[in-house]
């Protein structure tokens, strides 16, 4: 069984971890405003969970598909990495 390096959980699993980490900041700062708080909250500890959970899914699928398939998982990690940019820069541009 040689299946699609894009059709896989571990290609898919951090973009969606991204996009959920981008909401919930993009949430928080349309209900709380963009102001900086004294102490960290559960948004700032849910966004972190799910930037650095993302990290060993990605590692997986670099270390099992760039040998195998390596044009294909390039873009992949490419689309992975443009994800986890737009989920960390709110976090930067309203140094939260």
Known sequence: MNA???K??????????????LALVLAHIAIYGAAREADEGTTAHLWQILMAGQLPVVAWYALK???RAPSQALRVLAMQ????????????????
């Open 4 to 6: 699609s390096p894009i």
């Open 8 to 21: 896989q959980p571990s290609a898919l699993l951090p973009i969606i971890m991204s996009a959920a980490a």
């Open 65 to 67: 598909w760039l040998p």
């Open 81 to 96: 990495a443009v994800a986890i940019l737009a989920a960390c820069f709110p976090v930067y541009w309203f140094n939260l």
